[in-house]
């Protein structure tokens, strides 16, 4: 029963990082809500983006896709996907095994 308690906390551990940690991330690296923050990793990225492109930051680039993840947030199926894998991996990082 103690396994299944762990496995428990660790699911929502897991779930809850990724749900969590990844935006703040993103957010962390300068893809904000009001743009791309000055100074940031991002506004280095996107410079780069754009002359790699010829002159614009294509759509579906990482720094689009980025950017829109600042802005809007996430999806509802990414944060259903998210929350699986972080699930699935908490769990499986809390499991304790037993010898039989």
Known sequence: MKNIARMTIGAALGAGLLLVGIPMAI????????GIAAGSVAAKMMPAAAIANGGGVAAGS???VLQSIGAAGCSLGTKIGLGTLGSAAGATL????TPK
């Open 62 to 64: 990482s720094v689009a």
């Open 94 to 97: 809390f499991k304790r095994n």
């Open 27 to 34: 957010g962390a690296l300068g893809f904000t809500s009001a």
